[in-house]
């Protein structure tokens, strides 16, 4: 079992960046493959990136493609979620967490351990 603790969420303008970052304790890290989803109010939780463990293989949702960038640094046990270009409906809690098998990327049903959510709000 690994343990995830999100942060660099915060308050930012239209147009602007965030980084976030997921780091995780154990010795395993690197062989997890990681995903980031995100929960708005009233909604559900959505899938926005993930990357593999061993060669990086990245996967996106249609919504952040070409803004959104997912990137991880196994030396640090941490994985990152370059967001630019932000637009008010990128406002939500945003989740990382390990996930299982190499099927389906996209379906949170594969996904099992999580953090505790940090949480990014885009002004208008």
């Known amino acids: 079992q690994v343990q995830l603790v999100e942060s660099g969420g915060g308050l930012v303008q239209a147009g602007g960046s965030l980084r976030l970052s997921c780091a995780a304790s154990g010795r395993t890290f690197s062989r997890y493959h990681m995903g980031w989803f995100r929960q708005a109010p009233g909604k559900e939780r959505e899938f926005v990136a993930a990357?593999?463990?061993?060669?990086?293989?990245?996967y996106y949702a249609d919504s952040v493609k070409g803004r959104f960038t997912i990137s991880r640094d196994n030396a640090k046990n941490t994985v990152y979620l370059q967001m630019n270009s932000l637009k008010p409906e990128d406002t939500a809690v945003y989740y990382c967490?390990?996930?299982?098998?190499?099927?389906?990327?996209?379906?949170?049903?594969?996904?099992?351990?999580w953090g505790q959510g940090t949480q990014v709000t885009v002004s208008s």
């Open positions: 967490a390990t996930k299982i098998g190499v099927s389906n990327w996209y379906s949170i049903s594969n996904y099992d351990s």
């Open positions: 990357i593999s463990w061993s060669i990086g293989t990245t």
